[in-house]
């Protein structure tokens, strides 16, 4: 944690946008973290990755989730007013993550938006897990 504070709750206006990059995970931190969470093959098994369609192992979405929470700490949350959140209202894994491959983000700063549908009310969403 920074001693010095440089950004407050008016630093960060709707519309405003941070963008960093940082972090490209390993295959051997991908298959730790995910053999310990997440034993999926397409996460922990070289041969059976190799025949998926990305044709390597890919990260666990939480584990990218963890390195993108590290890179938004280095970026600026270490040096924000910050007392925490109470929510994440919207998370979604755009592709799979392969090894070397460096992380992007960009974290953009709206109004509050209607809660995501329930899939359940919405028949034209598939029903997952």
């Not at 041969?47 to 990260?59: D, N, Y």
């Not at 040096?79 to 799979?96: F, H």
Request: proline share 12%; aromatic share 12%.
């Amino acid at each position: 944690m920074s001693d010095s504070v440089r950004y407050y709750w008016e630093d960060f206006p709707v519309g405003r946008t941070f963008e960093f990059q940082g972090f490209a995970p390993c295959e051997a931190e991908m298959v730790e973290f995910s053999q310990k969470f997440d034993p999926q093959p397409a996460h922990i098994d070289s041969a059976w990755a190799a025949k998926s369609p990305p044709g390597h192992i890919v990260a666990n979405g939480w584990h990218i989730c963890a390195k993108v929470m590290r890179m938004m700490c280095d970026f600026y949350l270490s040096e924000t007013a910050n007392l925490g959140s109470p929510s994440i209202e919207r998370l979604r894994w755009l592709r799979p993550v392969g090894p070397g491959e460096p992380l992007r983000c960009a974290r953009l700063y709206g109004p509050r938006e209607d809660p995501i549908p329930n899939p359940t009310e919405d028949s034209s969403r598939p029903v997952g897990l």
